[in-house]
């Protein structure tokens, strides 16, 4: 069974440091996300780096970026 990328539905669960938090919510103001939003394309880019950007260059897809 393959997976499903349609829909973002599941969750887990994370434990920060103040200082963790402070400086993921900075780096979300500056690119005007959310925090989670922010840490979920981080944590995307790291594993797929820029594979899927590359594929979806040039598309006028609904982009995340």
């Known amino acids: ?6 829909k973002r539905t599941e ?8 200082r963790e938090l402070l400086d993921a919510a900075r ?5 005007d996300r ?9 944590l995307r880019n790291s594993l797929y780096g ?3 950007r590359l594929s979806r260059s040039g598309e006028d ?3 995340d970026e």
């Open 11 to 18: 969750q887990v669960k994370l434990n920060l440091t103040e």
């Open 50 to 52: 820029n594979v899927a």
């Open 34 to 42: 959310t925090v989670a939003e922010f840490i979920r394309l981080t």
């Open 1 to 6: 069974m393959a997976a499903n990328d349609s």
């Open 61 to 63: 897809t609904a982009r």
């Open 27 to 31: 780096c979300a103001a500056l690119e």
